[in-house]
């Protein structure tokens, strides 16, 4: 009897299960569906773009694009929509120029200033150029060697890697402490090769660590480069002028954040986001205009197809990721103060592309747990979720105990457009975009519905 | 003693099954490294779709095409290039266009003739238009309603689905069977909306069965579907007016072929190929000269990579598969009159985007066989092996037991382009096309080295 019992329980408990998962497959066909047939999101990144390109922290647009987006949170109907109020140092770049000379003629390059460039004195700063591959061939030569140039930082990304990613971060060290080695043995400039896996005529700009004092730092376009450096072996003493005119500043800004309350644990907070600024020279659509409307989609969809969040979900569109990441460190703090419990955050910030994995940063249990449901998304391309991390402005929750995660989508494209002006509207493609915004609010559905954060 | 030597059997197959497992690691890394880093490919397709676009079957370009790819596969190195002669009907768009009369005036429609049309008289056909959703809408409304008009096909592609294939052979039939179907009832044109996903200006042409007797057909844009079924819901006599130039020809022609030769078994040929001919108003990036570069690519690799294939790598860029698929047609005949023995063909006619997958069309225990080397493909993003078709132009050497194989990309941004202006050298990224090249040249390697096939 009593193991008729037990019996009883386990067919019980598979019946349930069996209904749970066709339950769970039913709503993310509804999502899904509900995606790939609303194009309000994307038309709103098109506005986005348009009317906000540059966003940089502290720039007029940055402003422009949090009223602009806070309005369209208000219209999507979420309960709450609020400016979380913090103060950064920030950077304006006015302009930004510079030309080699070759016998006699300034040959203009196609650049941009990296942030936070100094600026140069008007009629620019004029010196030979040295030409590295590494941080550490600087060190070597010294002082002697580099005192008074201009380090020119001419390392390609290593295009064999099928992760653009992986090439990404072992050749951005010549854009992130390039200029700062530079000062370090006396450099009056430097001059970084584009990031960037394809010769074109783009400069992708990008952040340096600049503390105390800084020199002005540019970035070539990737064709610029290989013509600066065939230059540079014909006359070895080649000069290249630079001007930049930026600005260092204060100012007052926020971080956007709209709730869906959730009907069992409203205290418990589900983030969900992606960043609202971008670079001066770019339309910010991949980087990381998609990321903000995905994270939109999924308030949206949540809300339009009743899905009945337990916990609240929130949005956040974080202010300055590009230049000193200020945003998220201002979240964290905002959190640790008002003592909110957030009980999983999403990022989005690594492209709009079509779906191809989660990452997922926290115990193994949580990795475990959430792997399970994969079988739930393969239909639609997302092809599996790995542990790895969740994404600058999410990161400093990490000490907060908040398990992470980042959504990806397939980077062969991305270092093609990433903080350059061929990151535009017009490359990012509806059905991919909006895949990911599926995938995205399928993933919450499912960690909030099985409790899986924790 | 026995069992002793049966350990020892053990062991040195366990250690030669390692060792090749390393071996075709290695492999499969040279081929991929070198594959993202050759751009003679690319440049070679960016000049086919600037010498020879719309090289469709019988016009002055296809043979442009040939030409110009014959002395690419020459200079490549293979050891025989040659063509294969084959006469077939043809057809030649001289011009087509249309107009809807709203309110006395012209407006034109965005629009193509679909292959192979029929001309009008030089004032073009003017008739009512009458919408319907399916073919067998047609065959309701009978002789009665249908008779002297213009049917116009204006069903959707299903959005919802991920697999854009999928959706593409639901919607597809009012373009293959909709004007022969329109006809039977005696309908005096059709009018078939572009089987696209989006809504945007690109006409998408395409082939339908033309039996006997034909009529005038085209296809216009989705915006301008959208605005006729607007135009006619305010005037249900709403008037469309026609003009097509059209011939039909007969051609001699050739597929284009190239063999590296085997080492062991010559006279046994692994295919690889695609089809040389674009429609009328493309450059046929796409569809399909990137296929046809990925092909010679295979050769290319394996001649410089000194990779030593056993059995001759046959390179086939195929006339023909828009109009009549008479190439594929012609080479299996070639096949069967002289004895050839294909042992294994691969096609790629689903564009050139990130590649996803191989489908395989052969038995059971060959696709088994295949799929266990997929995890050496994995690392590079091609997904998974499945059961599957190999592709129009090897189709016919089905009936004649050869296994075959088609590669799958990424499938969410192909119907945006098919058939179209939109189909463009600029839509092509350089890496998702050489990952794809690598992933078929490593199939291949593969196939040859381990004898898949059998």
């Known amino acids: 009897m009593k193991n008729l019992f037990k019996l009883f329980l386990l067919l019980l408990f598979l019946q349930n299960t ?37 966003r940089l922290i502290g720039t007029p647009n940055s402003f422009i694009a949090v009223d602009l987006m806070k309005k369209y949170l208000e219209d999507l109907g979420a309960d709450t929509v609020f400016l979380q109020a913090f103060s950064s140092p ?35 700063v004029n010196a030979e150029i040295i030409e590295v591959m590494s941080l550490d061939e600087v060190r070597v030569l010294g002082r002697e060697k580099i005192e008074g140039k201009i380090v020119f930082y001419n390392r390609s990304m290593n295009p064999t890697y099928y992760n653009t990613f992986r090439a990404y971060s072992e050749a951005v060290d010549q854009r992130t402490a390039g200029p700062g080695v530079a000062k370090e043995f006396g450099a009056i ?36 480069a290989e013509k600066l450096s065939a230059a540079l072996k014909i006359n070895p003493h080649l000069k290249v002028n630079i001007k930049v005119d930026a600005e260092d500043i204060s100012t007052n800004t926020y971080n956007l954040i709209a709730d869906l309350k959730g009907s069992e644990k409203p205290d418990e907070y589900i983030v969900v986001g992606g960043h609202l600024d971008a670079w001066h020279n770019t339309q910010g659509a991949h980087d990381d205009g998609v990321g903000c409307l995905q994270s939109t989609e ?9 899905l009945q969040n337990k916990r609240s979900i929130r949005v956040i569109l974080f202010m300055d990721e590009e230049l000193y990441q200020s945003g998220g460190k201002a979240y964290a703090d905002f959190t640790r103060e008002n003592k909110i419990k957030n009980y999983f955050a999403l990022e989005s910030d690594a492209g709009g ?23 739930l998304l393969q ?76």
Not at 25 to 32: G, H, N, R, S, V
Not at 35 to 40: S, V
């Open 353 to 375: 592309f079509t779906p191809r994995f989660f990452t997922i940063g926290a115990s193994k249990e949580i990795v475990s747990k959430i792997q399970e449901y994969q079988y």
């Open 298 to 306: 999924v308030l949206r969809m949540f809300k339009d197809l009743g």
């Open 90 to 124: 920030a950077w304006i770049c006015h302009s930004a120029s510079a030309t080699m000379n070759v016998n006699g003629k300034e040959i203009p390059l196609k650049m941009d200033a990296l942030g936070p460039s100094a600026s140069t004195p008007k009629k620019g």
């Open 189 to 224: 400039a430097s001059i970084t090769r584009s990031v960037n896996n394809n010769l074109d005529d783009f400069p992708h700009t990008g952040t340096f660590h600049a503390e105390g004092d800084k020199i002005p730092a540019i970035a070539v376009s990737t064709n610029d």
């Open 379 to 454: 239909p639609y391309g997302l092809e599996k979720i790995i542990a790895g991390g969740g994404g600058v402005d999410i990161g400093p929750l990490k000490k907060l105990g908040v398990p992470l995660a980042g959504y990806r989508s397939d980077w062969q494209r991305y270092f093609d457009m990433h903080h350059s002006a061929n990151d535009k509207f017009e490359n990012v493609n509806f059905r991919e975009m909006q895949l990911g915004s599926a995938a995205m609010a399928s993933l919450i559905y499912l960690i909030d519905q099985f409790d899986l954060a924790e």
């Open 18 to 54: 069996a209904f749970a998962q066709e339950e769970s497959a039913t709503t993310i066909k509804k999502i899904y569906d509900n995606a790939i047939t609303t194009h309000q999101a994307y038309h709103q990144l098109g506005l986005l773009c348009e009317k906000a390109p540059g």
